[in-house]
T-cell receptor
């Protein structure tokens, strides 16, 4: 089975721009979660989608949003980029929105905001 | 979810067993212990998880104390490729449990 795929791998944007990141979960997985990783704050939960619905949201401003499509693929969007949004954005998938099956992570999109 | 406490760093000689401890004294009855590791510039990699019994897979063994307040991840024969940050996480299985709290983890350095 192919793992979680995130595109693009690297991205450079300017302050004030917006960006869209893409995540394809493992085949058959219906839950997709997004995380932000920075040197100062570590790994922080952004939000989770299951069956095209946001199930859970972390403590991030409204500039961070996401969506999930009927094929379980997900995108996250960050509008009005700030320098502090520079981070590794990770996507993780699991079969369901609950249960003990572990989350499996992609290798992330590294976003640099200049 | 309960929080965990891990030592910030550990060294291990190549070929020896690496024993990584984790305290999770506030774990509740329906929470599992999960271990992930992250090699630089990659996403976290799932290693193993357990509820109360010891678990073993091709990567590692997980030993959970009887009171479930602590656990140890064992890499039986550490290699240089095992150098990574290891995260111990407790997680329930209810809806919304995919909000994982990673903490700062243990940076394991395997020394040749």
């Amino acid at each position: 089975k192919a793992g979680v795929t995130q595109t693009p791998r690297y991205l450079i944007k300017t302050r004030g721009q917006q960006v869209t990141l893409s995540c394809s979960p493992i085949s058959g997985h219906r839950s997709v979660s997004w995380y932000q990783q920075t040197p100062g704050q570590g790994l922080q939960f952004l939000f989770e989608y299951f069956s095209e619905t946001q199930r859970n949201k972390g403590n991030f401003p409204g500039r961070f949003s996401g969506r999930q499509f009927s094929n379980s693929r997900s995108e996250m969007n960050v509008s009005t980029l700030e320098l502090g949004d520079s981070a590794l954005y990770l996507c993780a998938s699991s079969p369901l929105g609950q249960g003990v099956a572990p989350l499996h992570f992609g290798n992330g999109t590294r976003l640099t905001v200049t | 979810d309960a929080k965990t406490t891990q030592p910030p760093s550990m060294d291990c000689a190549e070929g020896r067993a690496a024993n990584l401890p984790c305290n999770h004294s506030t774990i509740s009855g329906n929470e599992y212990v999960y271990w992930y590791r992250q090699i630089h510039s990659q996403g976290p990699q799932y290693i193993i998880h357990g509820l109360k019994n010891n678990e073993t897979n091709e990567m590692a063994s997980l030993i959970i104390t009887e009171d479930r307040k602590s656990s140890t991840l064992i890499l039986p024969h550490a290699t240089l490729r095992d150098t990574a940050v290891y995260y111990c996480i407790v997680r329930g299985y209810q809806t919304g449990a995919n909000n994982l709290f990673f903490g700062t983890g243990t940076r394991l350095t395997v020394i040749p």
